[in-house]
């Protein structure tokens, strides 16, 4: 249940593992897990690095500022930035360290 100023936000991790945070007003995706004790990947916190890239299944993000990291492309594909991203709706994302290798590929391969 959801009330006008929060909103429930599951993130599937690998293995299908589920958390659902409450995301307050104004709160970022990453700051409301945080502070839920959910463990999730970040680096920079402003949208440039893409360590913490998401893809989003169900529901709706605003970013707060531009997502950098994310080429339109990708962003169009359904992916986003939960460090700096505040949802609109109660959301799914599917969240882990292996996302931002599938959106911007890897030298390492």
């Known amino acids: 249940m959801t009330d ?3 909103h429930a936000v ?3 991790g690998p293995n299908e593992r589920t958390e ?3 995301v307050e007003e104004g709160e970022t ?3 409301a897990a945080e502070r839920a004790d ?3 990947p970040y680096g920079c916190l402003y949208g440039a690095c893409g360590t913490c890239t998401a893809e989003l299944l169900d529901g709706e993000v605003c970013h707060q500022a531009s997502p950098r990291a994310l ?3 990708s962003r169009d594909a359904g992916y986003v930035l ?3 991203a505040t949802p609109e709706t109660d959301c799914r994302l599917r969240v882990g360290y292996g996302i931002q ?3 911007v590929g890897t030298p390492w391969k």
């Open 38 to 40: 959910v463990a999730l």
């Open 20 to 22: 659902t945070v409450r």
């Open 10 to 12: 599951e993130l599937v």
């Open 101 to 103: 290798a599938e959106v």
């Open 4 to 6: 006008a100023t929060t």
């Open 29 to 31: 995706i990453v700051d």
């Open 71 to 73: 080429k339109q492309a």
């Open 82 to 84: 939960p460090c700096i």
